[in-house]
């Protein structure tokens, strides 16, 4: 493994929070708590990410909100604000977690790839946010602040055909912590990150499920990676 990095997680309380601090152990791992969300400047928002490497936003039912306004200005005010205050503090990339449930509304029996578009129920708020939250992600992306490596996770918990070990979980994302995705040899490769690399940092879909006969969503990108 690469050196220690200093990782920052966007929330605490969550489920997925606390499977981030297990997977990411081997890390110096910070978080930003509710008390760090209420400021007058955006401004202030920059000392959370003094020496951090990487900051970890989490997009889908990460943040614990009061009522369904509350969880869009999380996604979509507050997270511009996050993201712009990394980029002032020049941290070298971000890890959006999102999820497969965005493409809940698919049939059944159809195979889905990272190239598909997202289609959801837009009155179940938790997924109209995640969708808010990665473009949010990817806007800051474009503009070349810093890569972001978008994972939309599987199902962590049950046992269904999106589930998600821990352990395939902790083998990808701390692969996404260290791998180098700028340097020239990778840019030459058939793998996720070879377009458009020479302009720079840019947005990377992932789609992270376990890989078993009759799994849902293609994962042949994440695989290949992590030598599965």
Request: hydrophobic share 35%; aromatic share 10%; with cysteine.
């Amino acid at each position: 493994m690469e050196k220690k990095k200093n990782i920052l997680i966007s929330s605490n309380g969550s489920s997925i929070a606390k499977i981030l601090l297990n997977c990411l152990v081997s890390h110096n791992i910070n978080f930003i708590n509710d008390k760090d969300l209420i400021y007058s400047n955006p401004k202030e928002l920059e000392k959370l990410f003094e020496k951090i490497d990487v900051y970890v936003h989490i997009g889908f039912k990460g943040f614990l909100a009061k009522d369904e306004m509350e969880l869009i200005d999380y996604h979509t005010r507050i997270t511009y604000d996050l993201l712009f205050a990394a980029g002032k503090k020049n941290v070298e990339k971000v890890i959006s977690i999102s999820t497969l449930e965005l493409y809940k509304d698919y049939e059944a029996n159809l195979t889905v790839s990272e190239n598909w578009e997202t289609k959801f129920p837009l009155d179940q708020p938790e997924l109209l946010c995640a969708n808010l939250s990665e473009k949010v992600c990817k806007e800051f992306a474009r503009d070349q602040v810093f890569e972001v490596i978008n994972l939309r996770l599987g199902d962590l918990r049950e046992n269904s055909d999106t589930r998600l070990s821990e352990e395939k979980f902790k083998k990808s994302i701390n692969l996404m912590v260290d791998l180098d995705f700028s340097s020239e040899e990778l840019k030459q490769t058939k793998n996720p990150f070879n377009s458009a690399r020479k302009k720079g940092p840019n947005w990377i879909n992932l789609h992270l499920q376990d890989t078993f006969k009759g799994q849902k969503f293609l994962t042949n990108k994440i695989d290949n990676l992590i030598g599965v």
